[in-house]
């Protein structure tokens, strides 16, 4: 495929922000270097009009490392019997949050395994307490699959976004890295469900995880145009030692950064963090996802001694800059790229964001 006709291609989804299923194919498997310089560009250039230079926090706390699911790439799968368990109680939550508000952080995540001894009810108090305690904070949840019932219980508690990764659209695809009894259908209609109850959902997928190919991202790409998610969240895969996928190979930071770029560009104000998993295969992933047009980072807020335990991948980095302790740093660092970290909730903002905010049109 010639880079003119790719260079085309990215110019139609920077104006139409959608391609047909085998331009998104040809796009991700002929990339070249030139091509990316392009898409990141242009990436840039969309956040910077929705979001100016502004990159959004989130506090991460990690509240259970119990999982009932046995997902093969997964550290914390249920199969592990070398995995560390843990789980916070609503005191320890409401604690971190605490220390996170102190810190300048208006966005809590509580992220967990499928933990059934998290009880629904339990989880509804955990959030009611910090609704209650931080009435101008978002508070997201991502604790997997549940019934709507549930869903709609934990919304009604004072939880605004959720965050459900498809993890990959095509079936097949999603058999080889998941055991039988996780079906893909239920985990999308999950998503739908969210949204339908009115929470901000993230959806999302690993990079590079084992037997991918660009025919499974380009459906990747199509579900998220059919779903249109409030945030995407994607990240390389990364194996861990004690999973079925501990010798197959991680995903890269190259294509990581080159997909988060096409998703800003399929969706201009979407919410895209540079996630851990790519600031953990590369020490400056964190500045090359900004650069590629992501605008959220999320600082882990765990208490110090259960980060090491919520292990989904091997070396998962949770101290240093990624603790949200060191909030310092990552500024600097941002600074140095010239972006600028800010204290707020960090909503979504709307197509009409463009005109309420009087920013420039591009
Ligand atoms: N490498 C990278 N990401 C992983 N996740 C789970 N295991 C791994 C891994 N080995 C991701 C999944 C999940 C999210 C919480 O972490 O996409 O949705």
Known sequence: MEEKSLLALV????????????????????????????????ARRWARCYY????????LIEISSFCRNNCLYCGIRRGNPNAQRYRLTKEQIWDCAQRGYELGFRTFVLQGGEDPGFSDEQVAQTVAGLRARYPDCAITLSLGERKKEVYALWYEAGANRYLLRHETADPRHYARLHPPELDPVYRQNCLWNLKEIGYQV????????????????????????????????????VPHHDTPFAHKPAGTAELTVFLLALLRLQQPNVLLPATTALGTIDPKGREKGVLAGANVIMPNLSPMDVRKKYMLYDNKISTGDESAQNLANLKQRMADIGYEIVVDRGDWIGPQGLASTGRARI
């Not at 100016?52 to 506090?59: A, E, F, L, M, P």
């Open 11 to 42: 110019e139609k989804l920077n104006q139409e922000h959608s391609l047909r299923r085998e331009e998104w194919e040809d796009l991700i498997r002929y990339r070249t270097p030139e091509v990316s310089e392009r898409v990141f560009s242009r």
């Open 52 to 59: 100016g230079n502004k990159i959004y926090v989130r506090g």
């Open 202 to 237: 993230g959806t999302g997928f690993m990079v590079g995880s084992p037997y991918q190919t660009p025919e499974n991202l380009a459906e990747d790409f199509l579900f998220i145009e059919k779903l249109q998610p409030h945030m995407v969240g994607i990240g390389p895969f």
